[in-house]
């Protein structure tokens, strides 16, 4: 199993990013997929959760309204589309699939976002 973020970089605030996470090695049409992110010094935090056939979403409070996940079965890829960025957007952000709405996988190397003027 592997995934494969990309897409981050440094933003002014109120800027856009899209995510991207390419993932392998399973069945990805078959599982929930979740996008999580972890700031310097704190745990890592879930962000946004999509069903299998992307028709369900969850979002944490804090980027409800700006952040929005989708998949792609096809291409076994995950994406996170991010507005209004802010200050304490700032982190890595990780790709996962759930299992039981927890993270089922080793994590990938991530993609840093970085939120500043």
């Known amino acids: 199993v592997q995934f494969v973020e990309s897409g981050g970089g440094l933003v002014q605030p109120g800027g856009s990013l899209r995510l991207s996470c390419a993932a392998s090695?399973?069945?990805?049409?078959?599982?929930?997929m979740s996008w999580y992110r972890q700031a310097p010094g704190k745990e890592r935090e879930l962000v946004a959760r999509?069903?299998?056939?992307?028709?369900?979403?969850y979002y944490a409070d804090s980027v409800k309204g700006r952040i929005t996940i989708s998949r792609d079965n096809a291409k076994k890829t995950v994406y996170l589309q991010m507005n209004g960025l802010k200050p304490e957007d700032t982190a890595v952000y990780y790709c996962?699939?759930?299992?039981?709405?927890?993270?089922?996988?080793?994590w990938g190397q991530g993609t840093q976002v970085t939120v500043s003027s």
């Open positions: 090695g399973f069945s990805f049409s078959s599982y929930d």
């Open positions: 999509v069903t299998t056939a992307g028709s369900d979403t």
């Open positions: 996962n699939r759930e299992l039981g709405y927890r993270p089922l996988d080793s």
